[in-house]
């Protein structure tokens, strides 16, 4: 997960959802009045689907796994626990049908002291701030119980293909890196160019943001790394 910038509605949607939202509240906020709404509104959730485009990491993933190809608009905290939240912009996160379907459903832990919501959510918070990714094994650690709670619930570190991809994406960020290395010392700037925008299109943003972080520690950077990619590392950065 990276931090994302959730970009402003257009005074036209922003109307729209809230008379969609004071529908609900006169028919009555169950999940049944929400989930009936959310199904017919075609024309908000495509422009919402849009909007969700523009936020999300490398080439349209999922901001929860990283991995997969964002298909679904998730409702941070689901429908059925707030549903008049249906039609709440600063509750649509952009997730793959695997994370919305099979891991999250309608799961949203709280803190028992304070009722907070113990999933981290990218758009209003540093996910680097709960969780640490170890580049070599592909792994998360939480950090806090937020941390914790979203590698749980996204099953982060038990989807072998999560870890397996993290460490493949590693080992590519690190390929890409070299060799930008090597085609700005030999002055070919335009493959160094076309390089650096994969570098920002790689589908595991998460790695990609990791090994930036790396730059803050170069003694650390330079063994994980080694010498010609930290120089790129340290020139792009």
């Not at 190809?69 to 008049?84: M, N, Q, S, V």
């Not at 649509?92 to 999250?104: D, I």
Request: aromatic share 6%.
């Amino acid at each position: 997960m990276i931090p994302l910038q959730r970009p402003p509605l257009t005074a036209q949607l922003e109307a729209d959802l809230l008379r969609r939202t004071e529908a609900i509240r006169k028919a009555g906020p169950t999940t049944a009045t929400g989930r009936a709404a959310w199904r017919t509104a075609r024309d908000p959730k495509a422009k919402l689907r849009t909007l969700l485009h523009r936020m999300t990491p490398g080439l349209l993933r999922c901001m929860y796994c990283g991995d997969n190809l964002g298909t679904d608009i998730d409702h941070f905290e689901p429908i059925a626990r707030a549903p008049l939240r249906t039609f709440d912009w600063h509750n649509h996160l952009l997730a793959c049908a695997y994370c919305n379907s099979n891991q999250k459903r309608d799961r949203f832990p709280t803190d028992p002291a304070s009722g907070a919501p113990l999933l981290i959510d990218p758009a209003t918070e540093d996910p680097a701030d709960h969780l640490l990714l170890y580049l070599e094994s592909g792994a998360y650690q939480g950090l806090t119980a937020k941390g914790n709670a979203t590698i749980d619930v996204f099953a982060l570190n038990s989807r072998a293909e999560l870890v397996r991809g993290r460490r493949l994406a590693f080992t590519v960020v690190k390929a890409l890196l070299r060799d930008w290395h090597t085609r700005t010392a030999l002055g070919d700037h335009a493959t160094a160019a076309e390089i650096a925008d994969a570098l920002d299109l790689l589908w595991q943003a998460d790695v990609v943001r990791a090994v930036h972080r790396l730059a803050d520690n170069r003694p650390l950077a330079e063994v994980v790394l080694g010498t010609e990619a930290l120089g790129a590392l340290t020139t792009l950065a």
